[in-house]
């Protein structure tokens, strides 16, 4: 089996090159780009995960994963950065990333958690049925195949994270899940994720659906569920 194919996204040399050393090394195939429109332009369906800075010149790496996201690229990013403040790492989580490493970092650490989100792509537990396709409940309907949400005659585009959380949901109908709980099913071992994390990602999933937002209730004290009961009105009705 091809080893794993990287992109290392950052402007700076001397840490693409440090990166692409060791990475080489663990035996992953590694591309690199200088910015993040060089990355816009190189990345593919070959790439399995991108390392991406933060600071750039040019269009920053937030403002990179949020256009990959829009443009319905779900690869794995891993944010590299020297900003480490929690509001910056619920930014970079809010716009689709799957881990974050502050700089200056540990090159055992980072391929530490490269591995680590490439074995968990790998070892997804399979769906409850086998054989379904999609959840219907009222008018929505989750397709487990394409990972779009539908909402009536409208598609709508998910990041991993927030199709995941529906996911769990809307597969249990009416069951409470507490943000650790949510946590362990979606993040599973990334222990350094913030229970504000889940908030994040639900309120952005919840902006996506609009007027079936009400479908999400939130239990103070207690957590998330589906309330597969909720009535939706639109235009009027």
């Not at 402007?11 to 690199?32: K, M, P, V």
């Amino acid at each position: 089996m091809e080893a794993p194919k990287l992109l290392i996204v950052d402007d700076e040399e001397d840490i693409r090159e440090i990166l692409q050393f060791n990475l080489e090394n663990e035996g992953f195939l590694i591309d690199t780009a200088s910015s993040g429109e060089e990355a816009l332009e190189k990345i593919s369906p070959e790439h399995k995960l991108i390392l991406l800075d933060v600071m750039m010149g040019g269009i920053s790496g937030f403002r990179t994963a949020e256009k990959m996201r829009k443009d319905n690229i779900q690869t794995p990013i891993i944010f590299l950065t020297a900003k480490g403040s929690e509001n910056d790492m619920l930014t970079g989580f809010s716009v689709g990333a799957d881990d974050y490493i502050s700089k200056p970092f540990s090159i055992k650490e980072v391929i530490a958690r490269v591995k680590a989100i490439l074995r968990r792509g790998q070892e997804l537990a399979p769906p409850i049925d086998l054989q379904q396709e999609e959840i219907i409940i009222g008018r929505m309907k989750l397709n487990l195949i394409s990972k779009h949400l539908e909402l009536k005659d409208k598609t709508v585009v998910l990041t991993k994270k927030e199709f995941e959380i529906l996911s769990l949901l809307m597969h249990f109908p009416q069951r409470i899940f507490t943000r650790e709980e949510i946590l362990q099913n979606v993040w599973k071992d990334e222990s350094y994720v913030l229970e504000r994390t889940v908030d994040v990602h639900v309120a952005r999933l919840r902006k996506k659906m609009n007027e079936y937002s009400i479908y999400i209730t939130n239990r103070s004290g207690y957590g998330y569920s589906f309330n597969d009961t909720a009535r939706v009105y639109t235009n009027g009705k």
